[in-house]
């Protein structure tokens, strides 16, 4: 069983840069890819980057794309987005992901984090 927890969700305003992290630990954690996915109220959780286990090839969706930055770091235990110039329409909770390969769809992913928050203000 892989646990994933994130953090470095908070409140930014618009034009703004957060980074968040996603420590995973348990069995084979360096062996999985890993995602980031978001949730704002109302909507379906939707894609939002992935890389896989090598840390060697990266996936966005075109809403963040040239915004925000997957990358993955120690031993591939963790893995970062980084976020930049930040809108409201990024609102939502952030929610880290492992599974076997990389995927834009959030059925295919086999573990969850908890989530975290992230606001931005106008």
């Known amino acids: 069983q892989v646990q994933l927890v994130e953090s470095g969700g908070r409140t930014e305003q618009a034009g703004g840069s957060l980074r968040l992290a996603c420590a995973a630990s348990g069995p084979t954690g360096g062996n999985y890819a890993m995602g980031w996915f978001r949730q704002a109220p109302g909507k379906d959780r939707e894609f939002v980057a992935a890389?896989?286990?090598?840390?060697?090839?990266?996936y966005y969706a075109n809403s963040v794309k040239g915004r925000f930055t997957i990358s993955r770091a120690g031993a591939a235990n963790t893995v970062y987005l980084q976020m930049n110039s930040l809108t409201p329409e990024d609102t939502a909770v952030y929610y880290c992901?492992?599974?076997?390969?990389?995927?834009?769809?959030?059925?295919?992913?086999?573990?969850w984090g908890q989530g975290t928050q992230v606001t931005v203000s106008s």
């Open positions: 992901a492992a599974g076997p390969l990389p995927n834009r769809a959030p059925e295919r992913w086999r573990y």
């Open positions: 890389v896989n286990w090598s840390g060697t090839s990266s």
